[in-house]
């Protein structure tokens, strides 16, 4: 079946740390994406891919880094610099880059990272 | 300042009945719209979508109503059932452009 695996589905972190969130779909999909979701607000987008070995920032980026090295995969890493990491994380993925041609977006269930 | 907003946080429809959600937004260059539905700890599925040369567009129990003058769009469900309960978050867009989430509507439907 194609689709986006997103893993770990939970992870616990003490503050400080570094964790990489991994996402990997084998829909053929050029573009690639990471929201955060917090509760009361709309899904926020992190960073986004339209092309292997390119990525963009999106609107709340600082604190976090991706890489785009193989088509299939697009790994988040949140650093000990986002100040408040505690979230739900999602990854989606597009046929096309500037998905309004392609429409739909479609996502992996999700990783909640919790701070202690 | 939040370009997509679903004023109502939740909505309470007795099975059977109409659900209608709502979404209004800022931004006249949107152009696309998508409504996705998300149950608990899992990732968002996509319901139903609407560009801006349409005024409706009906897939099963699900329409979507849009009015560009008023930056408005809705979504209707008929009848309501037990298993729609889930959020329901709007999405809007244009070319080039990323999607814009709103904030989702909590809906529940009561048997």
């Known amino acids: 079946d194609g689709g986006i695996t997103q893993s770990p589905k939970y992870l616990f972190r003490k503050e400080g740390q570094n964790v990489t969130l991994s996402c990997e779909q084998n829909l053929n999909h050029d573009a690639m994406y990471w929201y955060r979701q917090d509760p009361g607000q709309g899904l926020r987008l992190i960073y986004y891919s339209q092309i292997v070995n390119d990525f963009q920032k999106g609107d709340i980026a600082e604190g976090y880094s991706v890489s785009r090295e193989k088509k299939e995969s697009f790994p988040l890493t949140v650093t000990s610099a986002q100040k408040n990491p505690t979230a739900f994380y999602l990854c989606a993925s597009s046929i096309l880059p500037s998905t309004v041609l392609s429409g739909e977006l479609f996502f992996g269930e999700g990783s909640r990272l919790t701070v202690l | 300042d939040q370009q997509v907003k679903q004023n109502s946080p939740s909505l309470s429809v007795q099975e059977g009945r109409i659900s209608i959600l709502n979404c209004d937004y800022t931004?006249?260059?949107?152009?696309?719209f998508l409504w996705y539905k998300k149950y608990p700890a899992e990732g968002p599925t996509f319901l139903i979508s609407?560009?801006?040369?349409?005024d409706k567009n009906e897939d099963g129990r699900f329409t979507v109503f849009l009015n560009k003058s008023a930056k408005h769009l809705s979504l209707h469900i008929v009848p309501s059932q037990p298993g729609d309960s889930a959020v329901y978050f709007c999405?809007?867009?244009?070319?080039?452009?990323?999607?814009?989430f709103g904030p989702g509507t909590r809906l529940s439907v009561l048997p």
């Open positions: 931004n006249s260059m949107f152009d696309y």
């Open positions: 609407i560009s801006s040369i349409k």
């Open positions: 999405a809007a867009g244009n070319y080039g452009q990323n999607f814009v």
